[in-house]
């Protein structure tokens, strides 16, 4: 079984660190300065007990490998990328490969499917930080994260007990599950308050998160959908390492980490827009998440340092769109 890792930033260079290091194969995709340095020099993988210059094979895209249905596709890239991803994915590889979306959001799978029949949902909670090119860390320890994963929409088959068994073996704790999407779901309330870190920085008060959540909560008992309950992912969580500062840097939310490193783009359309698409098809008002989206978006183009909106200007949006 080789690993490909498509998207080989914070999330997808560290487990293919981790995979590398427990004997897998493993080849990662990359682009731009960071492939540079991959290919040049190597991985810089950083954790609290030091930092290794790891020699993954890495490349620039899926057309540069000779894809096997026996291959794996991890895909690790954010989910305003997954779309083009997979069509150049699915121009050069077998319809049999498997895929894992190892991603936030639940929009990834349901794209994954249109292309491929073997797809597979991973729930992650993994500290990890990329903001430079060539330089990836991952702040647990000992245990660097959880993965789990299940077959998309549902199920457990050998391959997602042979992928958490892989993943298991390679540091992280990592369970099969076959109602992955409720896990994934219950990620997804977390994650909104992302954008919240995007707007204010990564110290603010939760007060907004937990109202972005709020919203979250009501769409999802209209909509009919199941999540984690709270003391269940608390518990699944503890399974992991504690975080610890790496050179005096504690981690930021990925979105934090796309707006310092001036990414075009950021992912708030398929995490706090989840909810407004889900309020607006159940008639829930989602004031919150649909300013907190809108202003990330408007702070990416405008090149914004993270953390400078205004609190003001962000609760007077709100209250016009009754919030």
């Not at 897998?24 to 950083?46: K, M, P, S, T």
């Not at 894809?67 to 069509?87: N, R, Y």
């Not at 909106?309 to 007077?316: L, T």
Request: aromatic residues 6%; charged residues 20%; proline residues 5%.
């Amino acid at each position: 079984m080789r690993f490909l890792i498509y998207g080989a930033g914070a999330i997808g260079a560290t487990l293919g660190a981790k995979l590398h290091g427990a004997g897998e194969d493993v080849v990662l995709i990359a682009r731009g300065r960071h492939l540079e340095l991959l290919q040049d020099r190597g991985l810089r993988f950083q954790t609290p007990a030091g930092e290794e210059l790891l020699a993954i094979p890495a490349v620039g895209s899926p057309e540069e490998l000779a894809i096997e249905a026996s291959d794996v596709v991890l895909l690790t890239m954010k989910s305003q990328d997954t779309a083009g991803a997979l069509e150049r994915l699915a121009a050069v590889a077998p319809p049999g490969v498997a895929i894992v979306c190892v991603q936030n959001g639940v929009e990834n799978e349901r794209l994954a499917l249109r292309r491929f029949a073997e797809v597979y949902g991973a729930v992650l909670y993994l500290p990890t930080q990329h903001l430079e090119p060539g330089l990836v860390q991952a702040f647990a320890a000992p245990i660097p994260g959880v993965i789990d994963l299940g077959r998309f929409p549902s199920g457990l088959d050998e391959r997602s007990r042979a992928l958490a068994a892989a993943l298991d073996a390679a540091g992280f704790a990592s369970l099969g599950r076959a109602d992955i999407m409720r896990w994934k779901y219950a990620k997804l309330l977390g994650n909104l308050g992302n954008a919240v870190e995007v707007l204010f920085g990564p110290q603010t008060a939760n007060v907004w998160a937990e109202r972005a959540r709020a919203e979250g909560v009501a769409c999802y008992r209209a909509a009919g959908i199941e999540f984690a309950e709270d003391d269940e992912v608390r518990e699944r969580r503890g399974a992991m390492g504690t975080p610890q500062e790496i050179e005096g840097q504690s981690h930021a939310s990925s979105s934090w980490q796309s707006l310092k490193r001036g990414s075009a783009t950021v992912e708030t359309d398929y995490l706090n827009g989840e909810i407004v698409l889900l309020g607006r098809l159940h008639g829930i008002p989602t004031p919150v998440n649909q300013v907190l989206g809108e202003t990330s978006a408007r702070m990416v183009r405008a090149g914004a340092r993270p953390g400078s909106a205004d609190p003001r200007e962000v609760e007077q949006a709100i209250s016009s769109l009754g919030g």
